[in-house]
């Protein structure tokens, strides 16, 4: 790597393990080597713009550097069939290389006067780095789980008698039977939600929210993604489950047609009726107004609860929405996967940072 790009690299480093200013960016996780990260740091953009500038001439096999690396060698090595291009080949923006190096962790903004700076001495980072490795703890589990959620079990298990859309999870759910039930009801006693806010929604429609509604009321395997939260009706959430391309394709093919008021459904509805209804001024439109394309609809419908996936049904590395009750349920190998990926990324992850910092410092004093 250029010298010229390192120094970023290290500057970004000592922006994360050294500032005491990142508070309002800061989130819970479930995570092995960290029970917290920043997500969506305001990064002046002429930090951004120069960081991009000296990198853009060096090379890298990924445009995600937080995940998907092969550690077998204990350091990050490309992962196969990842080919090296110049940076500015998966990053051709500043935007892009400040928002998706990190998975979002920074977010490029248009002024510097409101940007977070990173200029940080060398030695206070590397003391930081190595307390914060020696500091390490296991996370908690991420497999076989069910979120602390107003209708989930505490752990999951049988439910032989799971209806319709729920059956696949009978094997071993977080739901209750009468949740199941519940899930296929009009205004059901769960949430008190319309799904006809704008008229009748269409058949084919309301079966994907029927059986998004299973996913999450049910599986065990969305550990990975389940995060921390303070609201009144439960205690956690899921974020940016990676939901595979055909569930979100056919999701927005078959509601496309129908209409909504809104573009984001967990919040901003008028409950005085007791259900929810339509805003004073929200007009209804199709589906496709407010959700011009599928991964929108997955995106932003359920505060990106879910994340569209560029990955296929079968591939082991998105959720199905649904699958066939008498087979195997697909989305365990899913998460086992992102598991094993977020487990292995703390101390091999910290070690090759630290060392670059103590060569740094070494260099500095000399």
Not at 7 to 15: S, V
Not at 93 to 117: D, F, Q, R, V
Not at 254 to 273: L, P, V
Request: charged share 20%.
């Amino acid at each position: 790597m250029e010298p010229a790009c390192k120094r970023h690299f290290i500057q970004d480093t000592c922006l994360y393990e050294c500032s005491p200013n990142l508070g309002p960016w800061i989130r819970e996780v479930n995570q092995r080597w960290r029970k917290e990260r920043v997500l969506g740091v305001p990064l002046c953009k002429e930090d951004c713009q120069s960081w991009w500038e000296d990198c853009r001439t060096s090379y890298t096999c990924k445009s995600n550097w937080h995940k998907g690396w092969n550690w077998t060698s204990g350091y990050n090595q490309c992962p196969v069939k990842a080919a090296c291009h110049r940076f500015d080949f998966y990053f051709p923006t500043p935007a892009a290389l400040c928002n998706e190096i990190w998975s979002h962790s920074y977010k490029e903004i248009g002024s510097s006067e409101t940007g977070m700076a990173w200029k940080i001495t060398p030695l206070l980072c590397l003391l930081v780095c190595v307390a914060a490795v020696g500091a390490a703890r296991p996370g908690t589990q991420l497999l076989n789980v069910c979120m602390n959620a107003r209708y989930h079990k505490e752990k999951p298990g049988p439910e032989d008698k799971l209806h319709g859309q729920c059956s696949p999870w009978k094997k071993n759910a977080c739901c209750f039977v009468n949740t199941s039930i519940e899930a296929h009801k009009d205004i059901s006693s769960l949430y008190r939600f319309d799904w006809d806010h704008c008229g009748k929604m269409e058949p084919a429609c309301k079966r994907h929210f029927i059986q998004d509604t299973c996913l999450y009321e049910c599986s065990p395997n969305l550990g990975p993604w389940i995060r921390e939260v303070n609201q009144s009706w439960r205690k956690e959430r899921i974020l940016n489950v990676p939901l595979c391309k055909e569930d979100c394709q056919s999701w927005w093919e078959d509601c496309r047609t129908s209409y909504t008021c809104k573009s984001n459904w967990h919040r901003g509805w008028d409950w005085t009726s007791g259900y929810n209804q339509c805003p004073v001024k929200a007009a209804c439109h199709r589906f496709d107004f407010y959700f011009p394309t599928p991964a929108a609809l997955c995106n932003e419908i359920w505060s990106h609860s879910y994340k569209a996936s560029n990955y296929s049904r079968g591939s082991g590395r998105c959720i199905q929405m649904w699958f066939d009750p008498i087979l195997d349920n697909p989305n365990e190998e899913v998460a086992r996967f992102y598991a094993e990926s977020m487990n292995g990324a703390g101390l091999h992850e910290a070690w090759p940072l630290c060392c670059g910092l103590l060569l740094l410092l070494l260099w500095l004093l000399s």
